[in-house]
């Protein structure tokens, strides 16, 4: 038992040093590095438990090791349902201000404003958008253009790499309000 733990400690601690870096930019390599991790401490447990049993007849250490196996593992777990949920909820992106959008957004040429602005993540490092974009001119090139031109901005300034843009033209009437609607409050 302690020898088969101890071949199973060396392949969890080799697996767990292949995920760490990359665990720091990935909540699915996080938690297979926090599996790995878990998987060596469980080793660990059984080779100091079992040595413990073997040597002094102490079979309480198997319980006590496993509790605190148990302990790390759910603490872990707990930190990090927060982002788990907020990402499964589609919420904003944090450090994303919607003001901030919207005035870089209005600053392409021939956008005269926007509103009615979502943005939200739909995945790990990825963000999407949708908004009301109302422009000057109504050429079907110059709205080609100005659309590829707010992509092009709002994936450079922003990471936004998903955005829908509806375009309307400068005096029509847009059934929606014209306000930007954030789905969080800006603190």
């Known amino acids: 038992m302690v020898v088969v733990a101890g071949i199973a400690l060396i392949v969890d601690i080799a697996t767990a040093l292949l995920t760490y870096t990359m665990s720091k930019d990935s909540m699915n390599i996080k938690a297979a590095f926090l599996h790995n991790v878990s998987d060596a ?7 100091v438990a079992g040595t413990l049993i073997l040597l002094y007849g102490w079979y309480w250490t198997d319980t006590v090791v496993t509790l605190m196996i148990a302990g790390y593992v759910l603490w872990q777990g707990f930190s990090m349902l927060p982002k788990t949920i907020h990402l499964l909820m589609e919420g904003a992106p944090e450090g994303v201000s919607i ?7 209005e600053q392409v040429d021939d956008v ?3 509103h009615h602005v979502h943005v939200w993540e739909i995945a790990e ?3 999407a958008l949708e908004a009301h974009v109302v422009i000057k001119k109504a050429s079907l090139p110059d709205i080609e253009r100005v659309k590829t031109d ?16 509806e375009m309307e033209l400068d005096g029509s009437v847009c059934i929606d309000t014209r306000q930007a609607d954030n789905h969080r409050s800006e603190a």
């Open 41 to 47: 401490l469980a080793s660990v447990g059984v080779v």
């Open 99 to 105: 003001a901030d959008i919207i005035n870089v957004m």
């Open 112 to 114: 005269e404003s926007v």
């Open 125 to 127: 490092h990825t963000i």
């Open 150 to 165: 707010l992509k092009r901005v709002l994936h450079e300034q922003f990471k936004v790499s998903h955005s829908t843009l």
